[in-house]
């Protein structure tokens, strides 16, 4: 999988909390005040990751997927082994998902990273689920 043209990071904020054990609309509205808008950048630019930022990020490829299989997006281990993690928790795609995989680019290591459009970060694995 390859790294798309769209992030969007946490902008300055006063909100002391986002209350999680809401309704999902809810929580979704709260997060929505707190993130960016969408940020494009051109294919030969590059989106600065500074250490311990969260940015969420898309593949550049869609996934479309039947509902009797799963995907696993696992990050590339060259990546992992500068702080970079490609999805924070949830690499798990859906049956029936249709569309780019949202990223969660977290950078926990000690140097800003420079992330550019149509990079490898990571690769798809399948399971079939059997009735």
Same mark, same amino acid.
């Given at each position: =999988? $390859? *790294?798309?043209?769209?992030? #969007?990071?946490? #902008?300055?904020?006063?909100?002391?909390?986002?209350? *999680?054990?809401?309704?999902?609309?809810?929580?979704?509205?709260?997060?929505?005040?707190? =993130?960016?808008?969408?940020?494009?950048?051109?294919?030969?630019?590059?989106?600065?990751?500074?250490?311990?930022?969260?940015?969420?990020?898309?593949?550049?490829?869609?996934?479309?997927?039947?509902?009797?299989?799963?995907?696993?997006?696992?990050? $590339?281990?060259?990546?992992? $082994?500068?702080?970079? =993690?490609?999805?924070?928790?949830?690499? #798990?795609?859906?049956?029936?998902?249709?569309?780019?995989?949202? *990223?969660?680019?977290?950078?926990?290591?000690?140097?800003? *990273?420079?992330? #550019?459009?149509? =990079?490898?970060?990571?690769?798809?694995?399948?399971?079939?689920?059997?009735?």
């Amino acid at each position: =999988m $390859r *790294l798309g043209n769209s992030f #969007r990071v946490f #902008r300055e904020h006063k909100t002391p909390y986002i209350d *999680l054990s809401g309704p999902r609309e809810e929580v979704a509205a709260q997060l929505n005040k707190v =993130m960016s808008d969408e940020i494009i950048i051109g294919d030969d630019e590059a989106f600065f990751l500074h250490p311990g930022d969260l940015a969420l990020a898309t593949t550049l490829e869609s996934v479309s997927l039947p509902a009797n299989i799963v995907g696993w997006l696992d990050g $590339r281990s060259s990546l992992a $082994r500068l702080g970079l =993690m490609v999805h924070v928790t949830a690499h #798990r795609i859906d049956p029936g998902w249709e569309g780019k995989i949202v *990223l969660e680019f977290f950078n926990a290591g000690k140097l800003p *990273l420079a992330l #550019r459009p149509n =990079m490898a970060i990571g690769a798809l694995s399948f399971e079939i689920f059997k009735w």
